[in-house]
C-alpha cells in the first residue's frame, strides 16, 4: 500500500469515526449540562393561572421517640418481593425476579435506607412543618389479585392513612392516601425514588419521566436541567435507569398539583409529587409503575412507558421483531450467545440473494471501470471515438448504480435496530457466554473487539483494490469505537465478519 493510498484510509476512518460517534452515540444516556434553566421555566402551562413558588424539596420529621419496635411486612408476588416498614410507611426493599432458565436472577432496585438517608424513603408522605417517621402497622389482607397493606399515624395536625395495594400478576402497586387535618391547612407530598443498581456503576444511566402540556410522554436525561424545573399536574412522572422504571402512572383524584426532581450526589433521583392545601378531609388513589423497562411488563399497566425503551423511534418494528425472535430462539437454545450467533446465521440467510447480487454488480462495476479507463486512455485524442466507445459499454453494461451497495444498505437498519436490544435489554443482562459474564456489558478481555478487526482486515484483504480501501477504512472505524460496545453487540459483527468470510470462500469455489 502505498503513502498515497494510507492517507486516504487514515482520513476516511478519522470522518467515519466522527460521523460514527456523532449521529450513533452522539446521545450520552447521562451527562451533565452547564446551561441551568431558570426556576419555573419548563413548568407546562395548565390552561389556567398558576401561581409559582420555590420548589419544596425539605423534609422536616417530628422529633417524637418511636413508640415499638420497627416492623418490615413483605409482600411476595409472580415476579416480585416488596418490604414495607413502618418507619415512614416507605417501600424499604424491592427485589425483582427474572427467570433465566428455570431460575430466578434476583434484581434489587430499592435498598433499606440507612440512618442518613431517611428522606430518601421510597413513598414517604412528607408534609410542610411536620412530616411524621414513625406509624403502625394498622392491618392487611390478601385477596385474588392483591394484597392490601394499611399504615395509620397521627400528629398534631392530622390523622395520616397510607394503604399499599400490591397487584400479583403486574407491575402495578396503588397508594391510597386519606388526610383529616385537625388545624390549620396542610399540604402533602409524596416522594419515590428512582431505581437503584450500583452494581451497574455508570451504565446505570438514570432518566427522568414526565408528561408534557400535550400528554407526549417526555424522557430528560441531562439531569442538570431538572434542579430548578417542574410540572404541573403531569398525569405520568417519574424515574428509570438503564433496565428498570419507577413512575406514577394513573392520578384520577388530581393529587399531584405539580411535580419535580431532586438529584443527590448525581447518582441518585427523587421524584416529588406535590399535593393541594386542604383544611378538610381528603383521600386520593394513585397506582404506579415499579418494574422492568419491557413492553410485556409495562403494556398491562401503562402503555404510555414503552416510550421509555431505548428503541422507540422509527425502527421499532423491526427492534420489536428481533427481540421476539430472540425470546423465542432462547425457548429451545437458552444461550442468549448462542442466540445472537444463530439470529446472525439467519440474517445472514435471508440477505444471501441480495449479497450474491450486490457482488455480482461489483465485479460487473469493476468490469465496467477498468473498461472504461482503457476506453479514455486509448481515445483520448479522439474525442468522437471516445463518445462512441463510451455509449456502446454503457449500453452493454448499463450505468453503475448502487445496487452493488444494496447488502449494505439493507443490514444497516437491521444493526441500529438491534444494537439497543444488544445494549439494553433486560433479557441480556448478567447473561452469561464462555468467558463473558454478561452480554450486555463490555467483553471484560477486549476478545471481540479484537477478533472483529482481525476478520475484517482479512476480509478486506480478499477484495480488489478498489474495493479493498473503504473496507479497511471501516475496519480502523470499528477498531476504535467497538471496544465501548457491548458484549452482545460484539459477538453480533465478529459472527458476521466470520460468516462474511466463509461466504466469500465459498463463492469463489463456487464460481
Not at 461489483?362 to 482503457?374: D, G, L, R, T, V
Not at 444498505?409 to 433479557?427: D, E, G, K, V
Not at 480488489?464 to 453487540?489: C, E, H, T, Y
Not at 453480533?492 to 466463509?502: F, K
Request: proline share 5%; glycine share 6%.
Amino acid at each position: 500500500m502505498n503513502v498515497k493510498d494510507l492517507l486516504f484510509v487514515m482520513v476516511m476512518a478519522l470522518i467515519s469515526t466522527w460521523a460514527f460517534e456523532y449521529f450513533f452515540f452522539g446521545k450520552k444516556p447521562f451527562q451533565h449540562a452547564a446551561e441551568v434553566t431558570q426556576a419555573g421555566q419548563q413548568f407546562q402551562a395548565p390552561g389556567q393561572k398558576r401561581e409559582l413558588k420555590p420548589l419544596n424539596r425539605e423534609i422536616n420529621f417530628i422529633e417524637t421517640k418511636q413508640l415499638e419496635a420497627l416492623q418490615e411486612y413483605t409482600v411476595e408476588t409472580d415476579h416480585a418481593i416488596y418490604s414495607f416498614s413502618t418507619e415512614g410507611a416507605s417501600l424499604d426493599h424491592l427485589v425483582f425476579k427474572e427467570a433465566r432458565d428455570g431460575k430466578n436472577i434476583e434484581l434489587t432496585t430499592i435498598h433499606p435506607a440507612g440512618e442518613t438517608e431517611r428522606t430518601q424513603r421510597c413513598f414517604l408522605l412528607a408534609f410542610n412543618e411536620e412530616t411524621p417517621l414513625f406509624y403502625t402497622l394498622a392491618g392487611h389482607r390478601e385477596e385474588d389479585d392483591r394484597v392490601v397493606v394499611v399504615y395509620k399515624a397521627e400528629t398534631p395536625a392530622a390523622s395520616i392513612t397510607k394503604t399499599f395495594i400490591v397487584f400479583k400478576h403486574t407491575y402495578q402497586l396503588d397508594l391510597v392516601v386519606e388526610l383529616h387535618p385537625k388545624k390549620g391547612a396542610i399540604e402533602p407530598r409524596i416522594v419515590f425514588s428512582s431505581p437503584r443498581m450500583p452494581e451497574l456503576g455508570d451504565q446505570e444511566r438514570l432518566s427522568a419521566i414526565m408528561t408534557n402540556d400535550q400528554g407526549a410522554v417526555m424522557v430528560e436525561k441531562t439531569l442538570t436541567k431538572l434542579e430548578d424545573t417542574g410540572w404541573f399536574e403531569p398525569t405520568l412522572f417519574g424515574t428509570a435507569n438503564k433496565y428498570f422504571v419507577h413512575a406514577m402512572v394513573r392520578d384520577e383524584e388530581k393529587f399531584t398539583q405539580r411535580a419535580y426532581y431532586s438529584l443527590i450526589g448525581g447518582e441518585h433521583l427523587e421524584a416529588f409529587l406535590e399535593g393541594p392545601a386542604i383544611t378538610t378531609d381528603k383521600s386520593w388513589h394513585l397506582s404506579f409503575y415499579l418494574g422492568p423497562k419491557t413492553e410485556e411488563g409495562m403494556h398491562p399497566v401503562d402503555p404510555r412507558l414503552e416510550k421509555t425503551l431505548d428503541y422507540a423511534g422509527w425502527l421499532t418494528p423491526i427492534s420489536q421483531a428481533l427481540l421476539k425472535l430472540m425470546k423465542f430462539l432462547h425457548h429451545y437454545v437458552h444461550n442468549y450467545g448462542l442466540v445472537i450467533i444463530a439470529i446472525t446465521a439467519l440474517l445472514k440467510l435471508i440477505l444471501l440473494p441480495f449479497t450474491i447480487k450486490g457482488d455480482k454488480k461489483a465485479k460487473e462495476h469493476a468490469e465496467f471501470q477498468k473498461k472504461m479507463a482503457y476506453i479514455q486512455k486509448k481515445y483520448k485524442h479522439d474525442q468522437e471515438t471516445l463518445k462512441a466507445e463510451q455509449a456502446a459499454l454503457i449500453q452493454k453494461y448499463g450505468l453503475p448504480g448502487l445496487s452493488g451497495c444494496l447488502p449494505m444498505f439493507i443490514q444497516l437498519p437491521i444493526f441500529f435496530a438491534l444494537n439497543p436490544i444488544l445494549t439494553s435489554s433486560l433479557h441480556l443482562y448478567k447473561a452469561p457466554f464462555l468467558w463473558i459474564p454478561d452480554l450486555s456489558a463490555r467483553d471484560p478481555y477486549f476478545v471481540l473487539p479484537i477478533l472483529i478487526v482481525i476478520f475484517m482486515v482479512i476480509q478486506a484483504l480478499t477484495l480488489d483494490k478498489q474495493g479493498r480501501m473503504p473496507a479497511l477504512a471501516v475496519a480502523l472505524v470499528i477498531a476504535a469505537v467497538s471496544i465501548n460496545f457491548s458484549a452482545g453487540l460484539s459477538l453480533y459483527i465478529c459472527t458476521s465478519a466470520v460468516l462474511g468470510l466463509l461466504q466469500s470462500a465459498i463463492q469463489k469455489r463456487v464460481a
